[in-house]
Every structure is written in C-alpha cells, then in structure tokens.
Nanobody, 115 residues
Framework: QVQLVESGGGLVQPGGSLSLSCAAS????????MGWYRQAPGSQRELVARMTSGGTTNYADSVKGRFTISRDNAKNTVYLQMNSLKPEDTAVYYC?????????WGQGTQVTVSS
C-alpha cells in the first residue's frame, strides 16, 4: 500500500504559477507510474500528467508546454509545476499511483485560477 498526500494548491491569478507536491508514505522508486489528475465541478476526473518509473511522461493536450511533472525518488515525492495558468485549470488536483495492479489516490488539493 501507499498513502499519498498532496499540497501546494491555492488561489492564483491567470498567467501565474503554482507547484503541487505529492508525498508518498513509502519509496516510490519501484512504483510503476505516478501522476496527477484533476476534476472540475460537473466534470469527470481527467489525466493531467503521468510519469512511469522509467521516466516516460505523458500530458493532457490542454496542459502541454505549460505543466511539468517530475519525481524525486530520494524524497518519495512527485511534483507538478504549473505555469501560465488559465481559469479553465481550476479544479481539484489528485495525486495518483499505480503499483502492482492497484490504484491509489490522494485526498486532492484545490487549485483556483481567478482574477
């Protein structure tokens, strides 16, 4: 099992930046994939960015060139750097881990982009 705790959400103006962190309760070195999803009110949860243990990344088209996912195995932490934020990025952001056939979720952190 792995517990995931997100942090770093908040209110930011359009065009601004935020960095989210996801701290895992154990080593993430061997976890197959970790990523970020988001869910806006009235919408389904959607993939934002994902990184495998081998370093392969994939991003939603809507965030390519603006968001960057990274992981620090020594700190058991995954990050999401979000730049050039838009109002449509407003959502609850969830950390996700896929390991040995199981899927784990954090509790979510709110990101609001508004002037």
């Amino acid at each position: 099992q792995v517990q995931l705790v997100e942090s770093g959400g908040g209110l930011v103006q359009p065009g601004g930046s935020l960095s989210l962190s996801c701290a895992a309760s154990r080593s993430i070195f061997s976890i197959y994939a970790m990523g970020w999803y988001r869910q806006a009110p009235g919408s389904q949860r959607e993939l934002v960015a994902r990184m495998t243990s081998g370093g392969t990344t994939n991003y939603a088209d809507s965030v390519k060139g603006r968001f960057t996912i990274s992981r620090d195995n020594a700190k058991n932490t995954v990050y999401l750097q979000m730049n050039s934020l838009k109002p449509e990025d407003t959502a609850v952001y969830y950390c996700n881990a896929v390991d040995s056939g199981f899927i784990y979720w954090g509790q979510g952190t709110q990101v609001t982009v508004s002037s």
